[in-house]
């Protein structure tokens, strides 16, 4: 029975791929095609693309119940109130530590292969909008103006602190037992269920999001950008089975480096395709109960991970400060770089991923920082660079988020969690 039902996923993960690529094949034979000024005289395969957003924004609308239950729930639940602080406390410092260690490995890549040789020159520069001030990003990371500022995707972070205290709230007016504890418990398992329908059709959602991709900018790629993507795309599969096997043997032992293989690869499609790491957190919850993982352990650490844990986007935020101090010619070198880089990297990957009214938040902090009196000229080639790299960057963020688990299995549940895991599924 266990074989069959591990046949069946991988069947499933077989034909959701089969559709990424024949989207990107019709994609490639149907391209987009502009005239001089910009204006789409041939749609091509970018047609397709409503039926792609079907599935994203039906993801979208389960995701919010789902974090407020699944949060609600864990902390509603926990006999333990130290248990719950011991899992936010090391949740939080394994995403820190991971996302410097991302950064420095990309640092390193960058003075080996630098991703611009050339400084460039008549670089166009773009309005660069409005941006909420420092004091409003602090005041969005943990607020919404009010509730139905909550019931959206864009207040994730605001969203989780409203949970944790909510199911605090609960754990002191009767815990589990109270009529709202069963409640929430009983919803996260419904939005479950209600994940499992909706990725029935996940094989025409990708087939089309991949032939609007391909159709729109498979052509967009100058010498430059194509230099920083070849270093960063491989970059990324590497670091999921170089780094994320260490992760898992450290949190899990060779069991964990094992069943880590057996069911990262639902996550790591899903947010290639979806190119969303919010969107990834039911598939990573189902990876995550499928593994033996602590419901109360994945509850917290998922959701959190899905706008903190951004080794991806430490990768690319490390990438794209390279590839503007060569496009300035600057020198891009040193212990005091590393350090400023490093930090920048962890700033605005993990510490301000997620925060509402912020607009493009880490490429402003990049800005702001390194390339102050040349903003509007380094502003948009940030922003491209951004574009051209989040779906290996989401995929190492969302993946990640599920490894980083093991991580804080060990620390919560002690060094043989997943041995006792296993032992009690062979049991049942």
């Known amino acids: 029975m266990e074989k069959k039902s591990v046949a069946h996923n991988y069947a499933f ?23 001089a000024d910009g204006n789409v005289i ?13 599935f994203i924004n039906m993801m979208f ?29 090391t949740t939080v410092l394994t995403f820190v530590v991971t996302g410097a260690i991302a950064a420095v490995i990309m640092y390193v890549l960058m003075q080996i292969f630098p991703p611009v040789l050339t400084p460039w020159n008549d670089i166009p520069a773009e309005e660069l909008g409005e941006y909420a001030s420092l004091s409003t990003m602090i005041v969005n990371f943990f607020t919404a103006e009010d509730f139905v500022g909550l019931l959206s995707r864009r207040a994730m972070l605001p969203l989780i602190v409203f949970s944790m205290l ?14 709202v504890g069963k409640f929430l418990d009983d919803l996260t398992g419904v939005m479950l269920k209600f994940v499992k329908i909706v990725t029935y059709y996940a094989p025409i959602a990708f087939f089309s999001i991949f032939a609007d991709l391909v159709a729109s900018y498979g052509s967009q790629v100058t010498e430059s950008y194509g230099r920083a993507l070849l270093v960063y795309y491989p970059l990324c599969f590497i670091y999921i089975f ?41 598939t990573n919850m189902e990876a995550a109960e499928d593994t033996g993982i602590s419901k109360d352990v994945s509850d917290m650490v998922l959701p959190l991970g899905a706008t903190m844990h951004m080794d991806g986007s430490c990768f690319s935020c490390v990438l794209k400060i390279a590839f503007v101090f060569g496009v300035f010619g600057k020198d891009f070198g040193g212990i005091g770089m590393l350090f400023s880089v490093v930090l ?22 990049i800005c702001s920082i390194f390339f102050a009196d040349q903003m509007e000229l380094a502003f948009p080639i940030l922003v491209a660079i951004g574009n051209l790299v989040d779906p290996p960057a989401t995929m190492i963020n969302s993946a990640g988020d599920y490894v980083v688990s093991f991580i804080v299995s060990r620390f919560v549940d002690g060094k043989d969690w997943l041995k006792n895991a296993l032992a009690a599924k062979k049991e049942a």
């Open 344 to 365: 920048v990297a962890v700033l605005s990957s993990v510490g301000m991923s997620g925060v509402p009214g912020g607009g493009y938040i880490g490429e402003y902090i």
């Open 166 to 179: 909510f199911g605090f709230a609960v754990n002191l007016n009767g815990g589990k037992d109270s009529p």
């Open 61 to 89: 609308c389960i995701v919010v119940p789902m974090v407020f239950a699944s949060i609600s729930s864990a902390v509603a639940n926990m006999q333990s109130r130290k248990r719950a602080g011991k899992i936010m406390g």
């Open 242 to 282: 170089t780094a994320f096997p260490l992760f898992a043997w450290f949190g899990g032992g060779k069991l964990g480096v094992k069943s880590m293989f057996q069911h990262i690869a639902r996550p790591a499609i899903v947010s290639l395709g979806t190119c969303s790491s919010v969107a990834t957190i039911p």
């Open 13 to 35: 993960l077989a034909v959701m791929l089969g559709a990424m690529v024949l989207g990107a094949v019709v994609g490639w034979l149907n391209p987009v095609v502009e005239d």
């Open 42 to 54: 041939q749609a091509g395969a970018s047609v397709l693309k409503p039926l792609g957003t079907v």
